[in-house]
């Protein structure tokens, strides 16, 4: 599954700020995958945090085939030893057990995060260990797909912007000025903004 976005999107975006509608025409139709279900799309974003995709790739799957799936019962009953084992720090298997045991305790309701506005499931989400804004905003697109996310504590986005724009620094007010640019579409706007920034 993807993030669903189209024409509707782009051509906001393009009458919004023309160099980046010069970089979606010359980029074309990205797809970015998503993880529709919030508790295994948080699991994933915890091991994914400070490796590469490929290797967080690596570690989930190890998860997956030691849990038997990535639900919060069946993590809850694994010591946090045999979640290291898969191939992470012990902090990332601590930050995991100790998630498993929130969703299953009730101090984090993951299904009812769908049916909250972004400020509040940032907010629940920060709660839990190992998951700052950067990592709750990353839930925000990757998961429940909300549209309206230009996160300025993702590196990517900022340098995104920096190259697109020709500018040195990027300062959090300058920063919001573009959130309100392409709002109500920032999601797509992130999902360029990544591209460009992988541009050499």
């Known amino acids: 599954m993807y993030f669903e976005y189209g024409e509707k999107e782009t051509e906001y975006l393009k009458e919004r700020d023309k160099k980046l509608g010069e970089a979606i025409d010359r980029i074309g139709f990205v797809k970015r995958r998503i993880i529709p279900d919030p508790f295994r799309a948080l699991v994933y974003s915890i091991v994914g945090q400070q490796i590469t995709g ?11 085939a030691r849990a038997g799936e990535i639900a919060p019962e ?24 100790k998630i498993a045991e929130a969703a299953v305790n009730g101090t984090v309701d ?20 190992g998951v700052g804004i950067w990592t709750a905003e ?3 697109i990757f998961s429940l797909a909300r549209p309206n996310v230009l996160s300025f504590s993702d590196f990517g986005i900022r340098k995104g912007l920096m190259k697109l724009h020709g500018i040195d620094r990027l300062t959090k007010e300058k920063f919001d000025e573009y959130r309100s640019l392409y709002s109500p579409y920032c999601t ?13």
């Open 188 to 200: 797509t706007a992130s999902i360029y903004l990544w591209e460009i920034a992988k541009e050499s």
């Open 110 to 129: 993951f299904g009812g995060l769908k049916a909250k506005p972004d400020r509040e499931v940032i907010d629940i989400l920060t709660t839990l260990p």
């Open 74 to 97: 069946r993590l809850a009953e694994l010591d946090i030893s045999e979640i290291k084992a898969c191939g992470m720090s012990l902090r990332k298997a601590e930050y995991i057990r």
């Open 138 to 140: 990353m839930l925000l």
């Open 54 to 64: 490929k290797a967080a790739d690596t570690v989930f799957n190890r998860l997956v």
